[in-house]
T-cell receptor
Framework: DAGVIQSPRHEVTEMGQEVTLRCKPI?????LFWYRQTMMRGLELLIYFNNNVPIDDSGMPEDRFSAKMPNASFSTLKIQPSEPRDSAVYFCASSLNSASGREQYFGPGTRLTVT | RKEVEQDPGPFNVPEGATVAFNCTYSNSASQSFFWYRQDCRKEPKLLMSVYSSGNEDGRFTAQLNRASQYISLLIRDSKLSDSATYLCVVGDYKLSFGAGTTVTVRA
């Protein structure tokens, strides 16, 4: 399996611009998670989906952030407008609801820099 | 109070040494427990699941104490390649990650 795929790997943008991050989960996984990681705040859960339905978006910092999962193999995280404090590494992870465990598998991340 | 608390370290140990550290968690209803490893500028990767009976994977041993709500990780015969940040992870469908314990193994 190719694992969780994220694109782009790096994004540099100017304040005020729209940013769209993309994620393809592991095939067959029914949970998808979006995280943000910074040195100051560590790894924070932003939102997660189960069977393409958003379950908990309480970690989404502001209305500038939105996430969608139109099908089982694709999700986007959008920031509009972007601000310098959004600079972070954004990870997507997926997991399978199974009796043996609910470990999550992470993509390589998107390193976002907003200038 | 954070859901998962870890000693940030760093633990600086020589090759071949044994290093151990633990974490505590606040939600007694948690059902899943893991240790993840994160290398600098990389994604977190699953190291091992943690079970109540304790489990071992090669040089790594994990223990779970539900009564006291703590999880431990022990690394025997440390290798240079064990240098990383180790994340304690607790939860169910939704996981809470600790801030990580940094381990540096020196030659």
């Amino acid at each position: 399996d190719a694992g969780v795929i994220q694109s782009p790997r790096h994004e540099v943008t100017e304040m005020g611009q729209e940013v769209t991050l993309r994620c393809k989960p592991i095939s067959g996984h029914d949970y998808l998670f979006w995280y943000r990681q910074t040195m100051m705040r560590g790894l924070e859960l932003l939102i997660y989906f189960n069977n393409n339905v958003p379950i908990d978006d309480s970690g989404m910092p502001e209305d500038r952030f939105s996430a969608k999962m139109p099908n089982a193999s694709f999700s986007t995280l959008k920031i509009q407008p972007s601000e310098p404090r959004d600079s972070a590494v954004y990870f997507c992870a997926s997991s399978l609801n199974s009796a043996s465990g609910r470990e999550q598998y992470f993509g390589p991340g998107t390193r976002l820099t907003v200038t | 109070r954070k859901e998962v608390e870890q000693d940030p370290g760093p633990f600086n140990v020589p090759e071949g040494a044994t290093v151990a550290f633990n974490c505590t968690y606040s939600n007694s209803a948690s059902q899943s427990f893991f240790w993840y490893r994160q290398d600098c500028r990389k994604e977190p990767k699953l190291l091992m699941s943690v079970y109540s009976s304790g489990n071992e994977d090669g040089r790594f041993t994990a223990q779970l104490n539900r009564a006291s709500q703590y999880i431990s990780l022990l690394i025997r015969d440390s290798k240079l390649s064990d240098s990383a940040t180790y994340l304690c992870v607790v939860g169910d469908y939704k996981l809470s990650f600790g801030a990580g314990t940094t381990v540096t193994v020196r030659a």
